[in-house]
């Protein structure tokens, strides 16, 4: 080991991301235990809910001290900056996913990052388990902002296989343990501002139906109201700015649409994806605002962007929404296709109006200052400066290589 020993190759300070669950706790103390090191703990608000302050309490009873540990709300930034650059991209994993996991890992990482910079640590960790994607999203974007750094992945290190090995743990070192945790095994669940998702128990086999607990989010759309519900959402350069009339901050927005949608049944979502360690995972998602974002945006741009801008975006999505899904947000060729869409959001202003009904979000209308929608041209009556009889030569030059194809096929003569 270039004459270095096994005490000087431990780490000396490690930030780790915690959640204040049982993985968590469990990776703490046996970062504890096995290094013997300063443990600094960042736990970021994604609007995941009451957990957040809990998780401050839970570092410092696990000896973590108190200017060690970090607790910011970081929701705006999600949306602004993470959610926002997606949905401009109308990106979505393997045609339906929205990718709520996804944009929120590389935000806690890099912060990650900053503070490790900031209190002098040389390591950071996380608590993702080798079979999923998100210590690929942690790990690319550690080594993308910071080649240096050492980490620390304790589900490919220790010999603990599962969940009960973990509680077994925590009970020998006194770690609580919550009632939710012992016996038969929860949901795997993810939330932040931008959706839920639900993993496991039953749901590992594709074709059992979910029940009804599954949903924790949004209400089944046959138990939505009755009458609908209009939105108008306001956009500029390609980002929501307001809803109804009412100037909103990026989180709020999403907030108040979360919580129209998730009252319509709107933003459920049952697949099978596939990850990029090569599993198969059906999940359950629920990502309501998000639904509403997207129909209102890709309906903003029908009337804004030129066929070339809006065609050559939607071949780009799906290599775009891979590089987001795999974790490769920091890397350059993600950065190169960000460019290229937001520039084509510079005129991708108006309005749009639309009717949520027990899980559905239909379109009602839309308007832009930009719009290129030509009334005169498009009407079926006489007007507009469009002569029918242009289409004559259009179609013969467009049909002129169909047509010779077709000689040698026929073998015919060419008329």
């Not at 109006?353 to 209308?365: A, D, F, S, W």
């Not at 259009?394 to 077709?406: D, M, S, V």
């Amino acid at each position: 080991m270039d004459g270095k020993t096994m005490q000087d190759t431990r780490p000396k300070k490690v930030v780790l991301a915690f959640s204040g669950g049982l993985d968590t706790s469990v990776i703490l103390k046996w970062m504890q235990i096995k290094y013997d090191c300063e443990i600094v703990t960042f736990t970021a608000d994604l609007g995941q809910g009451d957990e957040v302050e809990a998780a401050r309490d839970k570092a410092i009873s696990l000896g973590v001290k108190p200017q060690n540990v970090f607790v910011e709300d970081l929701r705006n930034e999600l949306v602004a900056s993470y959610a926002a650059p997606v949905f401009r991209a109308n990106a979505a994993y393997e045609g339906y996913y929205l990718m709520g996991t996804p944009i929120a890992r590389p935000l806690v990482a890099k912060r990650q990052i900053e503070i490790a910079r900031a209190v002098g640590a040389d390591s950071v960790a996380h608590g993702a388990t080798g079979k999923g994607n998100d210590q690929l999203r942690f790990e690319l974007a550690y080594y993308a902002l910071a080649p240096e750094v050492r980490v620390i992945a304790p589900w490919r290190e220790w010999d603990m296989a599962g969940r009960a090995q973990l509680v077994a743990f925590a009970d020998a070192h006194g770690l609580s343990v919550g009632k939710d945790k012992r016996g038969a095994p929860p949901y795997s669940s993810d939330a932040n501002l931008l959706h839920v998702s639900c993993e496991g128990k039953a749901l590992e086999d594709p074709w059992i139906s979910p029940e009804d607990d599954a949903w924790s989010r949004t209400v089944a759309p046959e138990l939505a109201p009755d009458r609908p519900t209009w939105v108008e959402i306001h956009f500029e350069r390609g980002d929501p700015v307001a809803l109804d009339g009412v100037s909103m901050s990026p989180a709020a927005l999403l907030s108040r649409l979360n919580e129209i949608g998730a009252a319509n049944g709107v933003g459920r979502l049952d697949i099978v994806d596939t990850r990029y360690v090569g599993l198969k995972c059906r999940g359950l998602f629920e990502t309501p605002g998000g639904t509403i974002w997207q129909v209102a945006h890709r309906t903003i741009e029908s009337i804004t962007l030129d066929r070339g801008e809006a065609h050559l975006k939607d071949e780009l999505m799906p290599k775009y929404a891979e590089l987001v899904y795999n974790g490769y947000w920091f890397a350059p060729e993600r950065e190169m296709l960000q460019a290229l869409i937001d520039k084509s959001q510079e005129r991708v202003t108006g309005k749009v109006r639309l009717r949520l009904y027990k899980g559905n979000v239909i379109v009602e209308g839309r308007q832009s200052p930009n719009t290129l929608y030509d009334q005169d041209l498009v009407t079926f009556e006489d007007g507009g400066d469009y002569d029918q009889r242009d289409a004559t030569g259009f179609i013969r030059i467009n049909a002129l290589r169909l047509r010779l194809l077709g000689r040698i096929r026929n073998a015919l003569p060419l008329v």
